[in-house]
Structure formats: C-alpha cells, structure tokens
C-alpha cells in the first residue's frame, strides 16, 4: 500500500489551487503528494469569472475587460473597474496549464479512479477507490456530500443557478470592451434575477442567465429569457455555438465543523464558495493560498478555520434571499448606484476596514437586515 503525504480526493478548483502553490513553496518539494479524480478534465466544463488586482493568471485568461455595466429597473452605470481588471477563464485552459505544470514534479501523482471511502486512523489516514487503497498523513477533500447542508435548517441555501449561451452573431452588437457585470432590468417574477453578458468581440458573447434562489427552473425557462433578452438589443440572427449550466450553494453552512485533525473539507465541499456572491475562483485562491502558509507550522486541520465579520454579512444577506427573494436586486442596486466600484469589489474580497463595511452596508435597505439581525439573534 503506498503512503502520500498528501492526498487529494477530486481535482476540482480548490485541489488544482492548492497544489499549483504548493510546487511553488520550498516546504512541499520533498512531500510526496497523491491526486485522484474520476474526470480527466479534458473538456471545457466551466467558466470562472473573477475580478483582480495582479496580473497572475493572465497568461491563461481568455478575455479582460476594464469596464463594467450594473443595470436595474430606471438606471445603468457603466464604470471603470480600476484598479481591478475582470477576467475570463475557461476551465480547459486553466486544467491544461496547471497538469502541464504537474507534470515536471516528480513527487506528485495523478491517478483517475474514483474514490469510495476515506477515514482519519489515529495518526494517519486511509483512502479507497474502486480498484486500491493508499495511506497519507493528511487528505484534503473537495468531494461535495449535499446531505449534511439539506438535513439541517439552520443555515439556508440559496442556489446560484445558470444557463448560459455563447451566441456568434451575424453583425457586429457588441462592446467588446465592457462587460455586463449584472443587468437587474429583466423580469424578476419574484425571484433575484439578472442577465450577465460577457462579449469576446463585437459578434460574439457569453450570455448568462442567473437567480439566486432557492429552486431551480425548467431549462425552457432559462432559455426562453436568454432569448427574449437577445430580441431587446436587438439580436435576432445568431449561432448557438457553446452551452454551459452551473449551480453553486450559497450557504454559511459552517462545513468547517466537518474537519478532523487530519482531514480537511475544501472547495464547496469546505465552504469556500463566497456565500453572498457565489463566486468561487478568487475565494478558492486566496483559501488555498492561506493553506499552503499553514501547513508548515500546523498539525492540526481542525485550526485552519477562523470566523470573520464577513461570514456574519453573508449570513444576513442569505437569510434575506432565502426569506424574501424578490428584494435581491434592491439590496445589489442600493450598493452599486452610487457607492465606489473599488469599495464594494474589495468588500466583496473582504479586504476592507470596518469603516468601509459600514459605508457599504448603510447604502442597503436598512429594515431588511435589522429583521434578519432580529431573527438570528432571537
């Protein structure tokens, strides 16, 4: 039986994060370090999106974009996103660059089988796929199990669910150079809907149709909205030539609690998911980033976790969406219509002071979260 230092069980954004730090980090060159995933990851199964400061990932992105549009109901802001730049990534880009880097590391190992069990045994721990079985001092697990968040009603989840639609028009339509951060404008019918637009060049975009709520639709539904916002602009000849569907949980469901001395939860399977916004690449990154600090000083996995303000801010604003879905676009709207850019995207990284958060926070419908304070506090 061989034994890992580390082992990985799934391949999915937060693993390949981690492990891209690790081969960077002096400590880790003699770890002997274990992947195991049933996917390949050879086919273009997602699009991350994320807005940021350095340049690190930009000889993988395929599309930026230094100005953005925020639409509502009687308004639009078109804005510089200075000093930020929002980028675009493919995920077969971003799977092809790292496994090439994997691949000049001797101490790391990719198998694909699919993983059935693993367990903490005193002062090791024990993985099973369906064909063999290996030992690791610590495993780090990013293998989503849905029915610890749905047997519990504490913490609420909100589904962040798309389908989106990559259209080559036969004219030029599009502002290859400002992207449609989200467009509130569209009928929301109770719910917190908005289109996200995502053009490439002037005849072709990524168009995204997305809810944050508690249930999913029928896919003509998406669909037939993503057309109906194309006939708005305009657009009535185009080619379908790519499709994508996604659903992250938006949750505080505290998954750390999940962690052992020698097993972490990462990736949405540990909550590293921002809960407000759904947007998880520059979250995974800066948790995996954090991670690999850790490691050398720490034995104890059950330590990695620390509670912010934030959690807190999250928390209340998905007891609001869960409870009053339709009031989504008005809590968005009141941050974006006249708040700075820059304040709200570094709040969204949680990287502001406490003054910042207050600037924030009081441009939202106070009455909301004074109710959501109420309801957790009593």
Request: hydrophobic residues 40%.
């Amino acid at each position: 039986m061989q034994h890992y230092h580390y082992i990985f069980t799934g391949t999915g954004l937060a693993a390949l994060l981690t492990v891209r730090e690790m081969v960077q980090h002096p400590f880790y060159r003699d770890k002997k370090i274990l992947l195991l995933d049933t996917d390949a990851k050879k086919t273009n199964d997602r699009t991350w999106c994320f807005w940021d400061e350095k340049k690190q990932f930009e000889n993988i992105q395929h599309k930026a974009w230094e100005a953005a549009v925020f639409a509502d109901t009687g308004f639009e802001r078109r804005f510089a996103m200075a000093p930020y730049t929002y980028r675009m990534m493919r995920g077969l880009d971003f799977y092809q660059r790292t496994f090439q880097e994997l691949e000049n590391h001797s101490n790391i190992t990719i198998v694909q089988e699919k993983v059935v069990d693993f367990q903490e045994l005193g002062n090791h721990c024990l993985v099973k796929t369906e064909n063999q079985s290996f030992t690791c001092n610590f495993i780090f697990n990013s293998i989503f199990n849905p029915e610890r968040l749905m047997a519990q009603k504490k913490f609420p989840l909100v589904h962040q669910h798309f389908i989106g639609w990559f259209v080559q028009t036969e004219t030029p339509v599009f502002t290859p150079d400002c992207a449609t951060f989200m467009d509130f404008s569209v009928p929301q019918k109770g719910n917190t809907r908005f289109m996200y637009v995502l053009p490439t060049s002037e005849k072709e975009a990524l168009m995204e149709y997305t809810l944050f709520s508690a249930n999913l639709l029928p896919r003509e539904e998406y669909e037939s909205e993503i057309k109906a916002y194309l006939e708005r602009l305009g657009i009535t000849a185009y080619t379908i030539t790519e499709t994508e569907q996604g659903n992250i949980p938006m949750t505080c469901y505290p998954f750390w609690k999940h962690n052992s001395e020698r097993i972490l939860h990462i990736g949405s399977a540990g909550g590293w998911t921002k809960a407000s916004t759904g947007y998880t690449f520059k979250n995974a990154l800066k948790k995996s980033k954090a991670l690999v600090n850790f490691l050398p000083q720490n034995n104890d996995l059950r330590k990695f976790h620390k509670i912010n303000r934030f959690w807190f801010y999250d928390l209340l604003l998905i007891d609001i969406l869960y409870q009053k879905n339709e009031v989504g676009s008005s809590i968005f709207a009141s941050m974006f219509r006249q708040g700075k850019v820059a304040t709200i995207f570094k709040f969204l990284d949680e990287e502001t002071t406490f003054l910042e958060d207050l600037n924030i926070i009081l441009r939202c419908p106070k009455t909301l979260f004074i109710k959501a304070l109420i309801r957790r506090l009593f």
